[in-house]
């Protein structure tokens, strides 16, 4: 999709000008496109996110959230649109310093990505990722260390020690 294509490349303002147009075409859909509509909050919650703009950031966040919630619900079906959207809302949540919601929203994403078809341990990585940050704010440095690392070393066992492959 073109907005995750622009934040990929850091290019902000096109990739929230992209979301956006999105938004509003899909508000004429009489069918609607919930799927793609939450990929599109998804994109303006990670935009703004990145630009420290939490509000923002956590009212778009929370919105994909629900959308994604619906769908699964509906569906019984686990996607990585659902287990992205627990992360993403967490991550949020980590930015407001709200650390309960944000651990309690990214060990759901853990679990649900356990449950994925074709699971890996890289699966985790953004989950094993966000638990390290939150034990770094609550000043458990060495738990902190310990998940960082475990990350980390589960990338370099796919990826090798000079990884320049991935997006990561």
């Not at 902000?12 to 899909?26: F, N, Q, V």
């Not at 939450?38 to 939490?54: E, I």
């Not at 651990?103 to 699971?119: D, G, N, T, V």
């Amino acid at each position: 999709m073109f907005p995750r294509h622009h934040f990929l490349l850091r290019n902000l303002e096109e990739a929230s000008d992209y979301a956006k147009a999105t938004l509003a075409i899909l508000d004429y859909c009489a069918d609607g496109y919930p799927h793609i509509e939450a990929c599109q909050y998804a994109t303006c919650s990670a935009v703004a996110r990145v630009l420290n703009q939490p509000k923002l950031a956590r009212e778009n966040g929370e919105k994909s959230f629900r959308i994604n919630s619906e769908i699964y619900k509906t569906s019984g079906v686990i996607t990585s649109q659902i287990v992205a959207s627990y992360t993403e809302l967490g991550r949020v949540m980590i930015m407001d310093n709200e650390l309960e919601e944000a651990e309690r929203l990214i060990k759901e994403s853990a679990r649900l990505r356990r449950q994925m078809p074709h699971f890996s341990r890289l699966q985790l990585f953004s989950p094993i990722l966000f638990f390290s940050y939150i034990e770094n704010l609550r000043g458990q440095f060495k738990q902190a260390e310990k998940h960082l690392l475990e990350a980390l070393r589960d990338r370099e066992l796919e990826y090798g020690k000079d990884d320049r492959e991935s997006d990561r």
